[in-house]
């Protein structure tokens, strides 16, 4: 049952029925997509429906978007502000097999479940446009955009080394592998060579680093863009060729200022040249070493800390700048993704080297020298300094200062074709294949004549059969593969006997174009409208959570680009302004269902109702920064909306004129407009309530029910507890929507207080405190002061030597 006072005659649960029921009968939240004039995409990351419910992070996350579309609604914009599931993927598919039912039956059930609580909160949402990425009408063109980027030669396959969660049964993005843990699962994760699919995401590495710092295009959270820019990792250097009997070895090196120093050569396990550079002495040792690193996730394999191991693999390779042999081993620190999948060693001057040296009783030669060290100084430590270095111990290049000697041996490496300069990034290709289940056939045919043919569109979508036996294996192979009968299909192109690729792609392509899909949801025959698209995007606000800073985001900004270049888009960013939303902990702790702390909305709605619940994650603490649900706090937000209901009754009752408002309410009213809508720009959603509450407790504590005050006070509410803005609107006479009235505006001039309160300090100390016109001058504030009883009090039988006078804020009074 819902919590109700009867003394104020607020019953949540009747109001918000009522007006959920006549937003729908009145279309409230239905913008014109063809004709708004001033249109406003107010955009939050769509949920997984991978669970039974909506948990309570899932209502902070939308509730303050929902807010802010509903300010921007109130600013005169026409917002659109869709929903849809994001029903696809491991996630999905993994909670049908932890409860034995077919993801097919299930995810529609929880799709209806997480609809009604959406509902329930009293989100702005426009439902005509409701989409899932299980949808054939929506993953049809999903497919579409995979072709579309092979036709443009942004999608490949190769074999190459993979993330496996032994347990998923899948590859993983190494963005979803956490400290060598699988994200979904926690099962440690191994490495496997597998044959996958990819998009080349790296060839937009510059472009997707540079328009970071364009604000005109992008104006986002500084965390997340701090996230992009580290993920994507520019670094310039050089790529050097060492030359070996098994051929020669590409190392890339962000300081080739340093190769003298180079002293062996480390090569990533995974390397197709340590078969021929292996020794027969060490083949057991190597083969066993290749063995263990495969069992490690390519993500731990990355963690600095870790202690470094590695074995000889029994060859050498030649020092370009020394001529002489090296050593080559194998570390699974280094990796085939990153640059060329071998570095060449230099302990002098890089701490991880210096380290293996020291463990290895290799070489060390120092080739940097600092203003007071000899070039023959033992090498202690590490020295990577640039800044006021020399080069020593360097041939031809020794004393020449190090900035400049690495341009000179760059230069020189070019010449003779010893190697090249070059910019590397951290970022690696986008690997999309999935061996599961539960996705969008990778629309491909592969046929012994023709090779791999792309599905015609007119043959789109290539449908996800109905399996029971849907559980993947541990084989790396997809459970569609089980299926000849949907597998085996004629070439499009030569009519022979073909298969169908039996992967599916990863949901992240399913989620980094589904902001294009909401506007045309209703169009069969193209993905997205040009017309609308144009009037509408880029999305104007987008708030989600941080932690796909460097998944969905810079996925989603990959493939606009693509879609930019081939002239299906008017812009390359899809997002104009992001804001990551905080996180939510109950009674300080994070929440879990082994800890059996976990917030279910609904249990609070039905007792609280849904704009007192908003009203109280909003007010939690700082939107951006998130706050510590605990159960008495909503009984604050309760005892304010009732008072507020009441304070509409008497202004239904009565009406006084401006002039009868004392001063002090009208600066009070005036400051609060202000620092509401400041606080709702900014996402300061805490403090714009904390100034409604103040202004209700003046205008409490003044008798005031000023019908002018307390409508806009409604309007200012409204974003928070729409409901509940709506009933109070329609009490005061209103015939139409709060949501289509206009924002309060405020008169500078009236923020300001007649008065002000001044601190008096007599020699320096804190005597008291006066109150006097803004603006008094100094004779005023004497004055007023040897009036007060305390100032008076010490001032007796004193003279005052000196006056310090610092306007409507401190007067010191000096005394002999």
């Known amino acids: 049952m819902t919590e109700h006072h009867p003394e104020d005659g607020y019953h949540p649960g009747q109001v918000e029925a009522k007006w959920q029921a006549r937003w729908t009968e009145r279309r409230t939240n239905e913008p014109n997509l063809e004709r708004a004039e001033r249109p406003f995409y107010n955009l939050m990351m769509f949920p997984y429906p991978s669970a039974e419910g909506l948990h309570v992070g899932n209502f902070f996350a939308f509730t303050g978007a929902d807010v802010h579309g509903r300010f921007k609604r109130l600013q005169g914009y026409q917002v659109f502000e869709p929903m849809g599931f994001d029903a696809f993927g491991i996630h999905s598919e993994n909670f049908a097999i932890k409860i034995g039912t077919h993801p097919a039956e299930l995810i529609p059930k929880n799709i209806a479940n997480f609809r009604r609580q959406l509902r329930a909160l009293g989100g702005m949402f426009d439902w005509r446009h409701e989409l899932s990425t299980t949808d054939p009408a929506y993953y049809k063109w999903t497919q579409w955009l995979f072709l579309e980027l092979y036709k443009a030669g942004k999608a490949y396959k190769k074999k190459a080394a993979v993330n496996w969660c032994p347990h998923c049964k899948t590859v993983l993005a190494n963005e979803q592998v956490i400290n060598g843990a699988c994200e979904r699962c926690g099962t440690p994760v191994e490495t496997r060579l597998l044959e996958q699919w990819f998009f080349r995401i790296t060839e937009y590495a510059d472009r997707l680093l540079a328009n970071l710092d364009d604000r005109s295009k992008m104006d986002w959270a500084p965390t997340t863009v701090a996230a992009q820019r580290n993920w994507i990792g520019r670094s310039e250097g050089a790529e050097v060729r060492f030359e070996s009997p098994a051929g020669p070895i590409a190392v890339f090196t962000t300081r080739p200022d340093t190769i003298f120093g180079a002293t062996f050569l480390v090569l990533a396990p995974e390397h197709p040249l340590v078969e021929r550079l ?310 300080g702790a994070k929440m879990s269902k082994s800890k059996g702390n976990v917030v279910i909305p609904d249990e609070y709605i039905v007792r609280w109702g849904a704009d007192t619940f908003r009203m109280y994650l909003m007010f939690l603490g700082p939107f951006e920064e998130g706050g510590d649900f605990r159960d008495e706090g909503l009984s604050g937000p309760r005892r304010f909306l009732s008072k507020v209901w009441d304070l509409v009754g008497q202004a239904e009752r009565r009406t006084l004129v401006g002039s009868e408002v004392h001063h002090g309410i009208v600066v009070k009213w005036h400051q609060t407009k202000k620092r509401v809508t400041e606080g709702l720009e900014t996402l300061s959603y805490n403090t714009a309530i904390a100034a409604l509450m103040e202004l209700l407790n003046a205008m409490r504590a003044s008798n005031c029910s000023e019908r002018k005050i307390v409508k806009e006070m409604v309007l200012m509410l409204a974003p928070f507890a729409p409901h509940f803005a709506e009933e109070c609107w329609e009490r005061l006479g209103a015939t139409t929507s709060v949501f289509d009235a206009e924002w309060p505006s405020w008169d500078e001039g009236l923020t300001q207080e007649h008065t002000v309160e001044v601190a008096v300090q007599i020699n320096g100390k804190a005597r008291s405190r006066i109150r006097l016109p803004r603006g008094a001058h100094e004779s005023a504030a004497v ?34």
């Open 278 to 587: 292996t020794s027969a002495p060490q083949r057991a040792a190597v083969d066993a070493y290749r063995h263990a690193a495969a069992a490690q996730d390519l993500v731990s394999r990355k963690v600095g800390d870790k202690e470094k191991t590695g074995v000889p693999t029994g060859g050498t390779a030649v020092n370009p700048a020394t001529g002489q042999p090296v050593p080559v081993w194998i570390a699974d620190y280094v990796l085939m993704e990153y640059g060329t999948g071998a570095i060449m060693a230099v302990p002098g001057h890089d701490e991880r080297d210096f380290e293996f040296a020291n463990r290895y009783t290799l070489p060390i030669v120092r080739v940097l020298a600092g203003p007071e060290t000899d070039a023959g100084t033992p090498v202690e430590a590490a020295e990577s300094g640039v800044e006021g270095h020399r080069l020593v111990n360097s041939g031809p290049f020794s004393d020449m200062p190090a900035q400049a000697g690495r341009k000179a041996i760059v230069a020189w490496l070019e010449q003779n074709g010893h190697g090249k300069g070059v910019v590397q990034y951290r970022l690696y290709d986008w690997c999309i294949s999935r061996q599961r289940y539960w996705g969008p056939p990778i629309p491909i045919i592969y046929c012994d004549a023709c090779g791999p043919v792309p599905v015609p569109e007119k043959d789109l979508p290539v449908l996800l059969p109905n399996i029971a036996d849907f559980r993947p294996d541990d084989s790396g192979i997809s459970p569609l593969a089980r299926h000849k009968e949907w597998y085996e299909v004629p070439c499009p192109t030569c009519g022979k006997p073909g298969h169908r690729e039996t992967d599916v792609s990863d949901t992240f392509l399913d989620s980094a174009w589904y902001y294009l899909r909401y506007l045309s949801t209703e169009f069969d025959d193209r993905p997205f409208d040009a017309g609308r698209v144009k009037r509408w995007l880029p999305v104007a606000t987008y708030i989600g959570g941080n932690e796909h800073a460097v998944l969905h985001l810079l996925y989603s900004r990959f493939v606009a680009m693509v879609l930019f270049d081939q002239g299906k888009l008017p812009f390359e960013e899809p997002f104009r302004k992001f804001r990551a939303h905080g996180l939510i902990v109950k009674d």
């Open 783 to 816: 004055g007023a002061a040897r009036q007060d009883p305390t100032v008076a009090k010490f001032l007796e039988g004193a003279e005052i030597k000196k006056v310090v006078w610092v306007p409507d804020r401190l007067l010191n009074l000096v005394t002999g």
